[in-house]
């Protein structure tokens, strides 16, 4: 009987049927791996894969609106040329060393999300500015009297209009975890079709 299914199985799976049964194989399993982590991070998106250099530390020529010929991939590199960003938010180096992902987030790199009853200084969270159709991943600055939120990607020099006033009820989560690079061909076909 088992040999008679790896038979069926293997006669199915052969060819352009056996690609097509493949992709919706991976499909199916990817909904289902993102409904059931929803389910138990609390969260409609529980992976969000990293798709803008708003958050990362890496070298590049400009960095927090600075132009830095030699920079080098250290905090310290980093700090040199953003303190001056976190400095109207009163955020000090020692401070910022222990935020969770204080060296930032890459393009590609795929975070694990986590509803929170309440959020600090120093979470990147994934949020939804009114009016968009795209999610946001950036670390909350400061927490308005009112309770709202503000947020400032690590690389950005300034923040956006949309970054000033974040309600609780936009927040998808906060990051926990990351995952290196793996969602680089996520990234890869947002950069390609503009997505």
Excluded at 41 to 68: A, F, K, Q
Excluded at 98 to 121: A, C, H, M
Aim: proline letters at 4%; one cysteine or more.
């Amino acid at each position: 009987m088992l040999k008679r299914i790896k038979r069926y199985w293997n006669n199915i799976t052969e060819g352009l049927l056996g690609y097509l049964i493949y992709a919706l194989l991976g499909i199916v399993i990817a909904f289902g791996i993102n409904y059931v982590l929803g389910n138990i991070l609390n969260t409609s998106m529980p992976l969000v894969v990293v798709v803008s250099s708003s958050m990362s530390h890496s070298p590049n020529s400009y960095i927090c609106g600075t132009y830095i010929q030699n920079y080098k991939n250290t905090f310290e590199s980093y700090w040199l040329a953003c303190n001056r960003t976190y400095e109207k938010f009163n955020i000090t180096k020692a401070e910022f060393l222990n935020f969770p992902f204080k060296n930032g987030l890459e393009i590609g790199d795929v975070i694990i999300v986590k509803k929170s009853k309440e959020y600090k200084i120093g979470d990147i969270i994934v949020y939804q500015p009114e009016n968009s159709k795209y999610s946001i991943i950036h670390r909350i600055v400061a927490i308005n009297e009112d309770g709202t939120y503000q947020t400032k990607g690590d690389r950005n020099n300034a923040q956006f209009p949309y970054e000033k006033k974040i309600e609780a009820t936009q927040i998808h989560g906060k990051a926990i975890f990351r995952i290196p690079l793996i969602g680089l061909p996520r990234a890869i076909i947002n950069w390609v079709f503009g997505i």
